[in-house]
């Protein structure tokens, strides 16, 4: 991993970024491993996805989601 500051709102590069996972809490269980944790929470969209917020790399904020209906 490369450590850099933070990416401002008004700069350009990254500043959020999304997974679909198969299994949300194993993901915030190895997420949790590397230091990084909800920021504020787990919701559930419609009974279709569960998400949460973790902040990442260089203040990168990562999105999760669960996709419910895939069984």
Do not use: K, W
């Not at 299994?23 to 491993?33: C, P, S, V, Y």
């Not at 419609?46 to 999105?63: F, K, N, Q, W």
């Amino acid at each position: 991993m490369i450590e850099t500051a933070p990416t401002l709102p008004n700069e350009l590069g990254m500043h959020r970024v999304a997974f679909s996972v198969d299994d949300l809490d194993e993901a915030l269980a190895t997420a949790a491993r590397h230091g990084c944790h909800p920021l504020r929470g787990v919701a559930t969209y419609e009974d279709a996805y569960r998400l949460t917020y973790v902040r990442g790399p260089s203040g990168i904020i990562v999105m999760l989601a669960q996709d419910l209906r895939a069984t």
